[in-house]
Every structure is written in C-alpha cells, then in structure tokens.
C-alpha cells in the first residue's frame, strides 16, 4: 500500500548502532539473504529484535477487536516511526495513521500515508501551507488536524486564505482535561471554538471532536474513573456541537490510547448524532506491545472487558534488546551492554528475559524472576542474579516498559523469527 521501493533499496552501514560488518554495504531488501541469526556471535551488543510471530499476532488481534466493536483504527505511529510497520497496519485494515509532528507528517507522506490524524496543532505556517499542497496534489488524500482556540482556527485560516482556493481543511476540536495537555476544557469554550471553525467554512471544516484519556495520574481504579467522566464530557461535547449543526457532512470522534480503548469504544460509541459518524481509536503501542506498562493495562482491560475478545486472548510483547554479559566484577552481579542510550526507563526499567550461551545444549534459559535490572548509566545496565549461571559474554534478552521510547533509540530494527532468523530489517525515522 505505501511505496517502499526506496526504503528497501537503502544501504545499511556498519557504522550505525546494531549493525554488523558482514551487512555494510548491503541494503535493507538484500540482507535477508545473508541468512544471518541474531544467537551466532556475528552482531555487535546491543541490537533490538522484533518478534515476527508476535507482531503479526498483535496486529491481527487489534483487528479482530476493531472489526467487532465496529470503530475503525488509525495507529499512533508515533510509537515505531517505522513506514514498513506503517504498511502492515495498513494492509490489515487500518483506517488511517495518526502522527505528532510536523516533520512526522512529512515522513508519512514521503512514503504515501493516504489518510492521516494529526493529534498536534499546526501552528506555522510552513506546515499549514504544506498540507494545503499535499491536499491539492493528491484528491485521495485526507487530512484531519486538531483545535482548541479561536486563536488556532485563525493561524489556519490566515494561512490558508492566502493560498488558491482548494479543498477545507478538516479540524477536530480537541477536548482536553483540567491539569492536563492541550485541549478545551469546558463544553461552553468547546463551543465557542466549534462555532468560529464552521463560521470560516470557505476555508475550515469542522470534521469531529478528538481527545486523548491516557494522561490521568493516580492508580489504575482512579484513572478509570476519571476516564469514564472525562469520555461522558467528550461525549457531550459531540452532541452540542452537532445540535447546532456545527459539523460537516460526516463525523469523526476520536480517542483511544493503549491502555483505556475499550472506554472510549463504550462511551462514543454509544453517541447518536445526526450525521454519520466515525469512531476512530489511534492505539500505537499495540502493534509490540510490552513487559511493562501496558502489559499492566492489559490486565486492567480484561477485568473491565470481560466479555470482550481479550478473555481469550491478549497482545503479546514482540520488541526486545539483546545484548551481552561484559564483566561479572562482584558476586550476583552482571554489568551487560545495556544502557539509557538503547531502552526505555521512563515507565520501568528493563526485563531480563533469556541467557543464551554459544555452544551450550540447554540454549535459551528463562530468566525471568531470578534476574532484575536495577540500575542503568548511558550504555551499561546492573542485572542482579542469583542461582543462575552467567559468564561473560552470554547473550542476554530484555523486555521493554514503554515501547516509544524504545523505538526512538533505534534507526534499525531486526524482524526474527522463532529461531531468531533475520527475515528482514525496518528502519525508523525519528
């Protein structure tokens, strides 16, 4: 669906972090044939792994559940950046893709996202007359940005009203709660904002409501009800908006991290308006999941959701660091190739998983519950053990909290197989 063509015919280098001499020089569709294992001592440390099982088991769950619960699905790409993950989810139906940035949604175009969900305001101009240009260029493009002042439909508008005439410009007004991110915080202000929107309808159109509910502090039972409260304002707010014919043609209402989608699928998909409506989730971190974060939240949703496809079934972690055992400098004490430059650490520190030592009969050993990483400098991590048998140079196999700031540490990733067999190599454009 997205060209990749040139993506696949980039050159890898042995001079960027995970890649090994035999791949300089080689490019991104060739080094499949180089029949490499990610357990064969031919890969500097760290590296990180996608699981392929895994990763086409995750995309295929969230499809079940969209396709069941009737939304549709426009992945946060924020979390792998990644445009030939980009192209799996799209392929398996997803509707749209959602990006942050500006220069995120330069990357999504360059490959040919047709539909994208801006969840950031645009306010230079730059970026406003970009996505002017991309509209006029390409009719099956669709383009959805985000409000929440008077003052920001204005920057669109000023902008826009000095291009030629072409298509309006979708904008969502964005919700937002006390104490949070961005976003109006009351119904009266969402509709002060709504009616300035659909009164530059020469230039603007206002296409939906949009929020984001993952941003509550306090434990997991308090959040969920300040989700619940927080998505029955949003709700309202829709229904306002659409009792003063603000909205176009259609609608689309859209929330939905990773960790509370299933309340934003009860609430806003119980939302009668009058004109046909969408609901959008934009859940990114689905697609590898975790052993951390939202493993947690996993087990949160299936407490709310019992009856849901996530009884039986749940998203597995896919995305893991490999790295290796550099010195064992005091006793129950390892210090592995693993630092703050390769891992997440904002939601948890890394989960060692397996031992794999070159040359033994028992191959890969669990560790899991008789290891812990405890502490991490910018390329060293302090993995406690006991009972275990290490030695310098073991491979060792950590999963992540928090695939985002995971991803962004990484230009390339490895897809492995169950052996560990590289079948292909994704890059990421953070």
């Known amino acids: 669906m997205l060209d990749l063509t040139a993506l696949s015919r980039h050159t890898l280098s042995s001079a960027s972090k995970g890649i090994p001499d035999i791949l300089d020089g080689v490019t991104i569709e060739d080094a499949p044939k180089r029949r490499l294992n990610l357990l064969r001592d031919e890969f500097p440390a760290p590296v990180a792994v996608i699981r392929e099982s895994a990763l086409h088991a995750n995309i295929e769950l969230m499809r079940q559940y969209t ?11 924020k979390t792998t950046m990644c445009p030939q993950l980009f192209d799996l989810q799209l392929a398996a139906g997803a509707w749209g893709m959602t990006c942050a940035t500006a220069a995120h949604l330069r990357v999504y175009r360059r490959f040919g996202v047709p539909r994208i969900i801006m969840a950031n305001q645009l306010l230079d101009a730059d970026s406003v007359r970009f996505v002017a240009r991309e509209l006029a260029a390409d009719p099956g493009f669709e383009f959805f940005g985000i409000v929440d002042s008077v003052a920001g439909a204005r920057q669109y508008y000023d902008v826009l009203s000095k291009l030629p005439r072409g298509r309006a410009l979708n904008l969502l007004l964005e919700v ?55 998505m029955k304002q949003v709700s309202e707010i829709a229904l306002r908006c659409d009792a003063e014919h603000l909205f176009d043609e259609s609608v689309v209402l859209t929330a939905g991290g990773s960790a509370y989608f299933d309340q934003v699928v009860k609430a806003l998909g119980s939302v009668r308006l009058s004109r046909p409506t969408k609901v959008i989730l934009r859940s990114g971190c689905y697609i590898t999941h975790d052993h951390g974060t939202y493993a947690t939240a996993l087990d949160r949703l299936r407490q709310r ?29 390892a210090i592995v190739a693993l630092g703050k430059r390769d891992v997440s650490f904002d939601m ?27 502490r991490l400098n910018d390329h060293h991590g302090y993995l406690k053990f006991a009972g275990l048998d290490l030695a310098v140079k073991d491979r060792i196999a950590v999963g992540i909290s928090h695939p985002c700031t995971t991803f962004d540490r990484w230009e390339y990733l490895y897809r492995v197989d169950d052996r560990y067999d590289v079948v292909s190599i994704v890059r990421t454009f953070f």
Request: aromatic letters at 4%.
């Open 67 to 77: 396709e069941s619960a009737g939304v549709r699905l426009a992945p946060h790409g």
């Open 176 to 230: 937002g709660a006390a104490g949070g991110r961005t976003g109006v915080r009351t119904v009266e202000e969402a509709l002060v904002v709504a009616r300035e929107v659909a009164g530059l309808s020469d230039s603007l159109r206002l296409a939906g409501i949009e929020a984001f509910e993952g941003i509550f502090p306090g434990t997991p039972a308090e959040a969920e009800v300040n989700v619940e409260a927080f």
């Open 305 to 333: 959701s019992t009856g849901s496809i996530f009884a039986d079934h749940g998203f597995e972690p896919a995305l893991e660091l490999w790295t290796t055992v550099q010195s064992l400098p005091e006793p129950g004490l």
């Open 348 to 374: 948890g520190l890394p989960v060692p998983l397996k031992r794999h030592r070159q040359g033994d009969p028992a191959a890969l050993i669990d560790l899991r519950g008789k290891a812990e990483i405890v």
